[in-house]
Antibody, heavy 120, light 111 residues
Framework: QLHLHESGPGLVRPSEILSLTCTVS??????????WGWIRQPPGKGQEWIGS???????YYNPSLKSRVTISVDTSKKQFSLKLSSVTAADTAVYYC????????????WGQGTLVTVSS | DIQMTQSPSTLSASVGDRVTITCRAS??????LAWYQQKPGKAPKLLMY???TLESGVPSRFSGSGSGTEFTLTISSLQPDDFAIYFC?????????????FGPGTKVEIK
């Protein structure tokens, strides 16, 4: 059974870089039919797609975050990572990593999520 | 970009009620729509994809319909475990800068 787990600091200072890693277990991260991506949910709000990466390295980013986001993949470690620069309080959210199906356009499964708070 | 809206934002219902949630896209997305259920403090759970295909393991009281710009999620007989937030999501393979967009969610609460 596929399982994804986010890890990284729960507190980031304003203007610094938010870094999270997602570790995949139970299936290959090299599967052609999937993107691996990040989604966030600010407190009390809806979901926002941050970006996605294919195992080939192709990346897609939300235009509203594109200038600050980098997503990378390390297939040997079965991990993919998110870096978000110049963070502000508006970036405080629960961050989820997830597998995203190219064939059916759905996101499944999601990691458990990790709360990242931006505060000094 | 493709915007998603949902109605209602909150729905009060009783166990056994038939419940319908509507999701609208700002432009045609064919059938590239998924529905999710989310409970407090938990990750979203996929219910439906390609507008009307039930994800494995999801009870058959859930059904989806629609294409183009208007979609519905129906729960035929609301069960205690169904009180949660439901949101839709579009997938845009031909416009990858807007690969995924989510609706704001509908809270189904106990009447």
């Amino acid at each position: 059974q596929l399982h994804l787990h986010e890890s990284g600091p729960g507190l980031v200072r304003p203007s610094e870089i938010l870094s999270l890693t997602c570790t995949v277990s139970g299936d290959s991260i090299r599967s052609n039919g999937y993107y691996w991506g990040w989604i966030r949910q600010p407190p009390g709000k809806g979901q926002e797609w941050i970006g996605s990466i294919h195992s080939t390295g192709s990346t897609y980013y939300n235009p509203s975050l594109k200038s600050r986001v980098t997503i990378s993949v390390d297939t040997s470690k079965k991990q993919f990572s998110l870096k978000l620069s110049s963070v502000t309080a508006a970036d405080t959210a629960v961050y989820y990593c997830a597998r995203q199906s190219i064939d059916v356009g759905a996101i499944n499964p999601w990691g458990q999520g990790t709360l990242v708070t931006v505060s000094s | 970009d493709i915007q998603m809206t949902q109605s209602p934002s909150t729905l009060s219902a009783s166990v056994g009620d038939r419940v319908t949630i509507t999701c609208r896209a700002s432009q045609s997305i064919s059938s590239w729509l998924a529905w999710y259920q989310q409970k407090p403090g938990k990750a979203p759970k996929l219910l439906m994809y390609k507008a009307s295909t039930l994800e494995s393991g999801v009870p058959s009281r859930f059904s989806g319909s629609g294409s183009g710009t208007e979609f519905t999620l129906t729960i035929s007989s609301l069960q205690p475990d169904d009180f949660a937030i439901y949101f839709c999501q579009q997938y845009s393979s031909y416009s990858p800068e807007y690969l995924f967009t989510f609706g704001p969610g509908t809270k189904v609460e106990i009447k």
